[in-house]
């Protein structure tokens, strides 16, 4: 096989146009031999039925008139029939009448009569006739004639094969002059394509010699190495400005490179200062803080010892005037402890560990339903999905959350709180829900603001940090927050967290 594909296109269409017609003539010798050799058995089978009816007839009279003999001299008659081989007449009780054999022969012949039939056995027919005169069977023939099956199946293969080779002697000048003719111009094509290989000159063309379907496809040839040679042109002269464009960012990723190096350092140098402010800022709070709860506890210590131990010599509106320093005084302390955890958010490496949800959330509500018994709630908390964060930032999300939600509906007749969550692929929503006061959807922007508040002071005390403090945990966290409501019909306050922890400050 290997051989054969090593060869010229011009051998192999010989080869081909060869092996086809060899393969019809096998294939057309063969259907007529089997068609012959079908014919020829047909034909021998109705000869020998022929004889045997002809046989038949003679003998009745012999059978009738029980005269062997004369059966005899019938059946010495099938001399003249070099293929019969041998010859049995029998009487109508089966037994042998007349028999003949030819003489280079010696076969056994059938003792009793067989029903009437032919068959092929080997290379002889064997035929049983019945003999029937006057609708009375008055006996049988048997035949066997030699067939000769062997002998017609190798004279016919004999002459097969010499009609094949004077076909193949034929058709080998011819398909050789054929091939050749259309072989050219695919070397010559093979021709061109190797010189514009070699030299990469697309300016060659092709010779058109026919307008067939070869001249067609030189015509497309050609056309394709025009095409070719116009990509070619314009391949290179993209090559070259690629090059040029390549020159020009290695130029600029060298510009680039410098450039990161020159930001590292003034990040680095900026990081450094910033962490310098970091601590200044983190000691200025706390003294700050410090030195405004002195004067604060100061007033609100004063302020309560006046309405203790002097609120005989006040009147009403002395009495409220000292209540308004106290209350006052209580509120700036817890703004400045709102405003200290606010600002330690950012600054302080969370600890992450699993954090149980649902635990944490049951409790948080129990603490500050302690602090605040004198409202009766109904909270519900579902089954919540375990967290990746710091524990004591997530209490103090649920803290704020909660807290808020028993705030705004503690007004209501029956105060309902709920906390469920939901997943999917990527994170975990948690939600408080309440049935209280709710807000305007139109300013929910301002929510998470620091110091911004919706309802009014007096009607619903708070520093306006703790939302704000919830944004920038949960943010912390790499989470969302949002929140949706109506006026009057409560509020829902949402909040995510990623299945995987990731630190919102990087």
Request: with cysteine.
């Amino acid at each position: 096989m290997l051989h054969v594909i090593r060869h010229s296109i011009r051998r192999k269409l010989v080869l081909a146009t060869l092996a086809a017609t060899f393969a019809a003539l096998v294939v057309t010798g063969a259907v007529l031999m089997i068609h012959e050799l079908r014919n020829y058995r047909v034909a021998g089978i109705s000869d020998l039925q022929t004889q045997a009816e002809i046989l038949g007839r003679a003998a009745a009279p012999a059978l009738a008139f029980d005269d062997p003999k004369a059966a005899s001299e019938y059946l010495r008659l099938l001399k003249a029939k070099s293929e019969i081989v041998s010859a049995v007449i029998y009487n109508a009780r089966g037994k042998q009448f007349a028999s003949y054999t030819r003489r280079d022969m010696d076969l056994p012949v059938p003792a009793l009569p067989e029903s009437e039939g032919s068959r092929i056995e080997g290379q002889d027919i064997v035929l049983f006739k019945r003999v029937i005169e006057n609708n009375e069977i008055l006996g049988s023939v048997y035949l066997r004639a030699d067939h000769k099956m062997l002998g017609r199946l190798m004279d016919y293969l004999g002459l097969l094969s010499i009609v094949m080779l004077l076909s193949l002697g034929v058709v080998l000048p011819l398909s050789t002059w054929l091939h050749s003719a259309l072989a050219r111009p695919i070397l010559d094509m093979a021709a061109v394509t190797r010189r514009v290989i070699e030299s990469r000159d697309f300016s060659v063309r092709m010779n058109k010699t026919t307008e067939d379907e070869i001249g067609y496809l030189a015509d497309s040839f050609n056309e394709m190495l025009t095409e070719v040679g116009r990509r070619t042109q314009a391949l290179e002269a993209s090559n070259q400005a690629l090059v040029r464009e390549t020159a020009e960012r290695q130029r600029a990723d060298e510009e680039l490179r410098k450039f990161n190096a020159e930001l590292e350092q003034r990040i680095a140098s900026r990081t450094t200062q910033l962490e310098a402010a970091n601590k200044e800022m983190e000691a200025f709070c706390y003294s700050v803080s410090h030195d405004l709860r002195a004067p604060l506890r100061a007033v609100a210590g004063y302020s309560q010892m006046l309405l203790e131990d002097h609120a005989s010599a006040l009147d009403d509106e002395g009495r409220r005037k000292a209540n308004v320093v106290r209350d006052e005084a209580q509120r700036m302390g817890q703004l400045i402890d709102d405003l200290l955890a606010f600002s330690r958010v950012g600054r302080k490496a969370p600890q992450i560990v699993d954090v149980g949800m649902t635990e944490l959330a049951r409790k948080t509500y129990e603490d500050l339903n302690r602090l605040n018994s004198s409202v009766n709630v109904e909270f519900r908390v579902a089954a919540l999905p375990c967290a990746k964060g710091d524990p004591a930032l997530l209490a103090q999300v649920w803290a704020n959350l909660i807290s808020n939600a028993m705030k705004f509906s503690s007004k209501r007749d029956k105060p309902l709180i709920e906390v469920s969550a939901i997943s999917d692929a990527n994170e975990h929503i948690y939600f408080v829900r309440d049935n209280g006061a709710g807000f305007d959807p139109r300013y929910q922007s301002k929510l998470f603001g620091v110091f911004q508040r919706l309802h009014d002071a007096s009607e619903f005390p708070g520093t306006g940090v703790g939302l704000a403090l919830v944004q920038r945990i949960v943010a912390r966290h790499g989470g969302r927050t949002w929140a949706e409501s109506k006026p009057n019909e409560g509020a829902t306050f949402y909040f995510t967290l990623p299945r995987d922890y990731v630190d919102g400050n990087h």
